[in-house]
C-alpha cells in the first residue's frame, strides 16, 4: 500500500509576492502543474530568504514537534505551492495543511502537504494557558513552564514510556493505550536517531519533552510514523517536521470528489469501506475507530488510492492486551490534559466502542453526498437504502456490519478497469480481486 507519487511537477515562476516568501524559509515560488510531463525535466530558479521562526514555531521548541526536516527548508528542497497565495501574499491563517513540492535531490520535485500541527488560533490559546498555569500571563519560557510540571518529572526518571505517563492526555489514541501500543510509539518515533528500542536511553530532555508535547496537542503525526503506510496502513507517508509544522505525502481530500463520476465515486466508496473493515480487523489485532469524521480527513493520491488524511480523531484499541489498569484507575489531568481541548474533553470509556461506530459515521456523514443521484433509479434505490440502514446508530453491529458488507458487494461491479485508477491497473484486467 505504498503510495505512488504521480506525474506532478513544480513549474518555477520569474516574480513571487514578497510577502509570502516571509512566511516559510527558502521556499521556491513554483506553481504546481499536473500537466508536466516528467519532475526530472522541470527547471528550477533557488533564491535565498530569511527564515521566519517565529511562523514555523521554532522559538516554541521545545515545545514543537521537532526538526528533523529543517534542513531541507535551508537547502531550498521544500517549495511553497504560491497558488494559496492571497493577494496580500500569506496563506490564510485559518487552513490546516498547504500544498507544497519537495525534493531529494533539488531536481526531481513531487507533491507533498504542509500540516500545521493545530491551527494558529489554537496555538495561542494553548501557548496563553501554558503561561497562565504559571501565573505568568504577560511573558513566559513556554518550555520552561512544561520542563517544571510534574509530569514531565516523571518521563525524567522514566526508562519507557507507560499508561501511568499519558494518563489523562486528550487525545483518542491514548484513551485506552496498552503497552504494547506505547512500546510501538517509542521504538517507531522517527524525530529521534537510533529508533527502533521499546527504552528511552537514547532520548535527549528535548526528545521527551517534544514527544509529550505532540502527544497532547495532536497525535496525527504519530499515527502517521507508527503505522506506515509502506507496511500496509492505509496512511500517507510522513517525510518530517519543523517546529509546529509536520509534512507527508499529498492527497486530495474526499469533497473534491463529490462531483466525480458514478464509476470514480463507487470505486471511492469501496475503497473507504475497506479502510474501516481493515482498521475494524487486521493481522496486528488492534481495533481502529473514529471519533467523529468528515470528508477531511479522507483523501485521495493522484493514483485513484485512497488513504486516511487526517488521524487525529482516531483512536485505537489493543484487542490483544485490553486495556491496561492505570487507564482503569480514572484520570489525571494537568496543563499537558488542556492544550488543544481546555479540559472539557470527554471521552468515552474503551468498553463502551462499539464495532460499527466508524461506519455508522461514514455512512450518515460522507457516503450518501459520495453517491447520491449517479446511478440508474433501481441501483441507487438500492445503494440509498443500503446507506442508510449502515447509517443507523440504533442498529446493532451485526446488521450494521452486514449493511457494509451488502453496499460493498453493490459497488464492487461499478467500478472500472482502467488507467485512471492506477493503484489497481492493469492488475484488474486479469484478476477480478482487483
Known sequence: MQPRAGPEAAIACSSCPALLLLWLPALGCSLSSAASPTPSLVPRVRTSYSLERTMLGLDKCNACIG???????????????????????????FLPSYPANYSDDSKTWRPVEIFRLVGKHQNEVSDKRICASASALKTCSIEHV??????????????????????????????????????????????VADAGSIFMDHFTDRDKLRLLYTLAVNTHPIILQIFPGAEGWPLPKYLGSCGRYFISTSTRPL???????????????????GVLESLRSNDLNYFFYFTHVDASMFGIFNNGHLF????????????QEGVSAATRMGENHDIFSCLVSGCQAQLPSC???????????????LLPRLLQGKFPSAVQEEIDSTVAQCGESTRPDPEVLRAASLLKDILRPLRTCDPRFAYRYPDCKYNDRF
Open 146 to 191: 512544561l520542563r517544571k510540571t510534574a509530569r514531565f518529572r516523571q518521563w525524567l526518571q522514566a526508562k519507557r514510556l507507560t499508561p501511568d505517563l499519558v494518563q489523562g492526555l486528550p487525545s483518542p489514541l491514548l484513551r485506552c493505550p496498552s503497552q504494547r501500543l506505547l512500546d510501538r510509539v517509542i521504538r517507531r518515533y522517527a524525530e
Open 255 to 273: 469533497q473534491e470528489f463529490y462531483s466525480a463520476p458514478p464509476d470514480q465515486a463507487a470505486d471511492i466508496a469501496y475503497q473507504l469501506l
Open 67 to 93: 526538526t528533523s526536516i529543517c534542513k531541507k527548508f535551508f537547502k531550498e528542497e521544500i517549495s511553497f505551492d504560491n497558488l494559496l497565495a492571497s493577494r496580500l501574499g500569506l496563506p490564510p491563517d
Open 351 to 365: 468498553n463502551t466502542i462499539p464495532e460499527k461506530q466508524s461506519l455508522v459515521l461514514v455512512c450518515r456523514q
Open 308 to 319: 486516511i488524511r487526517d488521524a487525529s480523531a482516531l483512536g485505537v484499541i489493543d484487542k
